[in-house]
């Protein structure tokens, strides 16, 4: 009961004490002389008073120090929480996230002195919190920030047109049709709706601290579309995969299957791990248009995408051995061919799912952290492009049909040309053939005959 009480107070007491304390930090902390940190659009306020809030209940819940040597209390200092401290000790906290000019990967640091008093800075003999580094490289990092936001508007640009070649290929060339085709075509259309939305998250989103601020219920909903179409993605992938297998090894090569499992895989399974997070993001983690990453709710996404690639891995394995093995027996030319698609879904899978594995191991160097983002960045947001250059433009049967579709365009240009050409020789005899003069003669004859008029002959009338 007690506790309850101290907490309803504490609650009413906060929006009252929040603006004095995150005043007065402004005068305590150093922050390389740079105003730009400031509350901006009240969304930092709520963090901070959020903040505030859970480090007093800690303050208070945590149990008594036991130790009968002076020590450092346990304090809010206006931005962050900071538990008893012994003497001598330099206790060190990444940087808050809430400004924008703020780098959570650099760290804070607060000094207990040997007296058992927190350090205070010298020009204002006020206790003071070291946040000089969360704005130190800030200027080269939003460099970097802005490189990476124009690389993946790129790379999501480029998979846009890639898609729509590839797309424009398989439906126009009819010889192409087959279901191997049609998972492909669904695949990319994947990618493509992927692709544009979040360009559409990057441009009107990510990059519009208002908008963010605002928190409309639009923006959420274009977050559950890019989880949604990432997971379609690998879906989809793993639909590949699951044909590759059932035509190989479970129906021996033969040609049909019914597809309308695959759509119900492809399109409509990734509904399901959406929604949950959606709830779920809700209920436990409602942060502004759920665009922050520090959740582990977004594992609900992850995990599933991480067992189809798992999944598709298998599958893929299995279909290689056996192949390898009729090869070895048979040496006939469809195992070749099947190995030859295999081959191409094989190689995309690790390309397509790295990512998942390099996230735990981000590195903490300057140098190899911004590595790391790069190769991140092309890894995830090149994708579409990756997909359609292997599964349309090295593909074989799209070379040949395309290298058929040219020599007979050349052939019917030569044939125009050809045409023209005769065309044009022909008017020119005519018109040599008009333009000679006419003989009259006076005796009225030719050769000894008299001149009537005759029939033309054949060739004449030709020329004429």
Not at 348 to 365: A, D, H, Y
Request: with cysteine.
């Amino acid at each position: 009961m007690g506790r309850s009480w101290i907490s309803c107070l504490l609650l009413a007491l906060l929006s009252a004490e929040v603006s004095t304390s995150s005043q007065s930090n402004y005068v305590t902390t150093e922050h390389s002389g740079d105003a730009s940190v400031e509350l901006h659009l009240g969304m930092s306020q709520q963090q901070i008073m959020s903040a505030q809030f859970e480090c007093y209940l800690k303050i208070l819940g945590d149990p008594p120090y036991q130790e009968e040597e002076p020590y450092c209390q346990r304090t809010w200092d206006g931005w962050l929480c900071w538990e008893d401290t012994l003497p001598g000790t330099v206790v060190t906290k990444f940087c808050p996230e809430y400004f924008q000019d703020f780098d959570p990967s650099e760290k804070v640091t607060k000094v207990c002195e040997k007296n058992g008093k927190w350090f205070q800075h010298p020009d204002s003999n006020r206790t003071w919190t070291n946040y000089t580094l969360c704005t130190k490289n800030i200027k080269e990092k939003l460099k970097t920030a802005y490189i990476l936001y124009y690389l993946a508007i790129s790379g999501h640009g480029l998979s846009i047109v890639s898609l729509l070649i590839s797309l424009g290929i398989f439906s126009y060339f009819k010889s192409l049709s087959c279901q191997r085709i049609t998972l492909h075509k669904n695949l990319f259309l994947s990618f493509l709706l992927n692709s544009i939305v979040t360009i559409i998250w990057f441009s009107a989103v990510a990059n519009n601290q208002m908008l963010v601020a605002r928190n409309p219920i639009g923006c959420k909903v274009l977050q559950f579309l890019c989880l949604y179409l990432m997971g379609s993605n690998y879906f989809w992938m793993l639909c590949e995969g699951i044909y590759l297998h059932t035509l190989i090894i479970v129906a021996v090569f033969v040609e049909e299957q019914q597809l309308s499992w695959y759509y119900i895989l492809g399109w409509g399974f990734p509904v399901i791990p959406g929604i949950i997070h959606a709830v779920a993001r809700f209920v436990f983690y409602n942060d502004n248009c759920w665009i922050s990453a520090a959740t582990h709710l977004l594992y609900i996404i992850h995990g599933p995408i991480c067992a189809a690639l798992l999944v598709n891995l298998f599958f893929l394995l299995n279909i290689v051995r056996v192949l390898i093995t009729k090869l070895k027996v048979t040496h006939k030319a469809e195992s070749s061919t099947y190995m030859k698609a295999v081959r191409a879904t094989l190689i995309l899978i690790p390309l397509l799912g790295i990512q998942f594995v390099l996230v735990p191991w981000k590195p903490m160097g300057h140098v190899a952290a911004e590595v790391y983002e790069y190769a991140m960045h092309i890894l995830m947001h090149y994708q579409g492009l990756l997909v359609a250059t292997i599964f349309c433009f090295f593909n074989g049967e799209v070379q040949a049909v395309l290298k058929r579709q040219w020599r007979r365009y050349r052939v019917q240009c030569g044939n125009q040309v050809v045409s023209s050409e005769t065309s044009h020789s022909n008017n020119h005899t005519t018109s040599s053939e008009l333009s000679r003069p006419t003989h009259h003669y006076t005796n009225g004859s030719t050769n000894g005959k008299s001149e009537k008029h005759q029939p033309l002959k054949p060739e004449e009338t030709r020329i004429l």
